[in-house]
């Protein structure tokens, strides 16, 4: 699973819906595996407003993953001269490119784990957890 | 015709036999891929979006969704759902590019609010009105999901359902769970009063009007089902006339109070005085 996705990821129970530790989702033991795929900047620039980036701070913290800037890269910093930037490839290989392979994905809130296997989380809930 | 609905519940109709049937079927694959290619119609996407993809199976409208060309606002990211985890081997198996989740969507839609820019879903949403315990009920399975999608949609996003409704019923208990939720809905027929009719649910989030998701195509009819608001009778009549002290005292003898006899002078005003 891309870590874009997991930047949309909230716990899907009920009852952690209305609280703000649902999100983002804690990756515990998750091993990362790196696919290149080609590059859409425009997409970059469309879903950056959208992301989290205090979620996404704290996900490639706990990841181990090289730090990230302070606030949101800004419109202007992913091209140079009509060129995506290193921001943006930089962008493009963190949320684009690695992606968890498997592990867990921990609810902060009610601590429910859901296994990833094979990059596909499980969100099925039992019917009492519902 | 029998529908796969009534046999078995999804996670368990689509196991390794069917999945892999269903994926390769060539007849499968053409009607899944025209029918996807009408809902990006649909859609109308102009840029890259980031589109949900409920129901997703082994990912045949996935593929065409990461396929879309440059000059026509592609390629879109996508992430799938689906119950059915043979369907999902079989995406993984194809290699196809998006993220996959193992998810019930009867049981809500796991994103944040304001995720995606569209939804897409094809053939899937008639599962929802198959409840397999007694602790669930089709009515609640459908308003989790549109409710989930409603929230996870991002303002002005639309959604495309295309869905095999079993009956009218069927279909109307659909169309009227997403606009409880708050969706713009609205439902586009290909190929009417056919054996191979599709049947699309159109919906939007804020701005209300779906019409304009057709408006520009051809050979589209638009029948406008929606209520005009109507004043109601209570409203045009006003306190004190005729008509009101009349449907107060039916109310009052429906009650069983004591009410007088109604007669030709019921409501008539008292002359001046002077």
Redesign the interface.
């Known amino acids: 699973?891309?870590l874009?996705?997991l930047n949309?990821?909230?716990?899907?129970r009920?009852t952690c819906?209305s609280n703000a530790a649902a999100?983002p989702l804690h990756p515990k033991e998750a091993e990362l595996e790196q696919v290149e795929?080609d590059m859409?900047p425009?997409?970059i620039k469309?879903?950056l407003p959208?992301l989290?980036w205090e979620a996404m701070k704290t996900l490639t913290t706990e990841l181990g993953l090289p730090n990230l800037p302070a606030e949101t890269p800004s419109d202007e910093e992913l091209a140079t001269d009509g060129e995506p930037s290193q921001t943006a490839k930089d962008l493009h290989t963190l949320l684009?490119e690695t992606?968890i392979q498997s592990g867990k994905l921990v609810c902060g809130n009610c601590e429910h784990e859901y296994a990833v296997k094979?990059?596909?989380?499980?969100?099925?809930?039992p019917?009492h957890m519902? | 015709m029998s529908r796969p609905e009534d046999n078995l519940p999804p996670d368990l109709f689509y196991n390794e036999k069917e999945a892999r049937q269903y994926t390769t079927s060539s007849r499968i694959r053409n009607i899944q891929a025209d029918m996807t290619h009408r809902a990006l119609e649909l859609l109308d996407l102009q840029?890259?979006?980031?589109i949900l993809d409920i129901g997703c199976g082994s990912g045949l409208s996935g593929e065409i969704l990461s396929g879309v060309e440059e000059d026509e606002g592609g390629?879109?990211?996508w992430?799938g759902?689906d119950?059915s985890s043979s369907m999902?081997a079989q995406a993984?198996e194809r290699d196809v590019?998006g993220?996959?989740?193992?998810?019930?969507i009867g049981?809500?839609v796991?994103?944040?609010a304001?995720?995606?820019?569209a939804a897409i879903s094809i053939s899937a949403i008639q599962w929802l009105c198959n409840a397999e315990?007694s602790?669930?009920s089709p009515e609640g399975r459908l308003k989790?999901f549109f409710d989930g999608l409603y929230a996870?949609l991002?303002r002005g996003g639309k959604a495309v359902c295309q869905f095999y409704p079993k009956n009218a019923q069927q279909r109307s208990l659909i169309s009227n769970a997403a606009i409880k939720a708050g969706f713009g809905a609205g439902i586009l027929e290909d190929d009417p009063e056919t054996k191979s009719v599709k049947v699309y649910l159109v919906l939007s989030v804020g701005g209300g009007d779906v019409t304009g998701a057709v408006s520009g195509m051809e050979n589209v009819d638009v029948m406008d089902a929606r209520r005009k608001e109507r004043k109601r009778g209570k409203e045009f009549e006003k306190k004190g006339s005729k008509a009101w002290i009349m449907r107060k005292k039916s109310q009052m003898e429906a009650k069983g109070k004591v009410v007088k006899t109604s007669s030709k002078y019921t409501g008539r005003r008292r002359k001046t005085a002077f």
Not at chain 1, 8 to 12: E, I, K
Not at chain 1, 118 to 125: D, P, R, S, T, V
Not at chain 2, 47 to 50: A, K, N, Q
Request: proline share 5%; with cysteine; net charge negative.
């Open positions: 699973m891309k874009l996705t949309f990821l909230t716990c899907a009920k819906k999100f795929t859409n425009l997409f469309n879903i959208r989290d684009m992606s094979e990059g596909i989380a499980n969100f099925l809930l019917s519902v | 840029e890259p979006s980031f390629p879109h990211t992430v759902m119950i999902l993984l590019e993220d996959m989740l193992l998810a019930d049981q809500g796991p994103f944040r304001g995720s995606f820019d315990t602790d669930v989790r996870s991002k």
